[in-house]
Nanobody
Framework: QVQLQESGGGLVQAGGSLRLSCAASGRTFSSYTMGWFRQAPGKEREFVAAISRNGDNTNYADSVKGRFTISRDNARDTAYLHMNSLKPEDTAVYSC?????????????????WGQGTQVTVSS
């Protein structure tokens, strides 16, 4: 199995940027397709972005397309979420997750391993 730890969250003004990191340990990181999800207060957890094992295939929620970029560095066992043009509605706890699926998937249930999450707060 793999253990995941997010970092990089914080408070940022609208229009600003943040980069989240997801460090993996345990089983070979490159064996997993990775995803980012978020949960805002009072709302269900939702899909944000996903990336294939070798990074050549990505998938994004419509709400973040053109603003967020998911990437990974298999040599460093780390996935990233680069967030630009942040909006107050992006405020949430962001979690990374790992799945053995062969392609990036949006379904939460497909991801067996989760980090504890990092808070992102965007002020207006």
């Amino acid at each position: 199995q793999v253990q995941l730890q997010e970092s990089g969250g914080g408070l940022v003004q609208a229009g600003g940027s943040l980069r989240l990191s997801c460090a993996a340990s345990g089983r070979t990181f490159s064996s997993y397709t990775m995803g980012w999800f978020r949960q805002a207060p009072g709302k269900e957890r939702e899909f944000v972005a996903a990336i294939s094992r070798n990074g050549d295939n990505t998938n994004y929620a419509d709400s973040v397309k053109g603003r967020f970029t998911i990437s990974r560095d298999n040599a460093r066992d780390t996935a990233y979420l680069h967030m630009n043009s942040l909006k107050p509605e992006d405020t949430a706890v962001y979690s990374c997750a790992a799945t053995t699926a062969a392609v990036p998937v949006t379904w939460l249930g497909a991801h067996a391993y989760w980090g504890q999450g990092t808070q992102v707060t965007v002020s207006s």
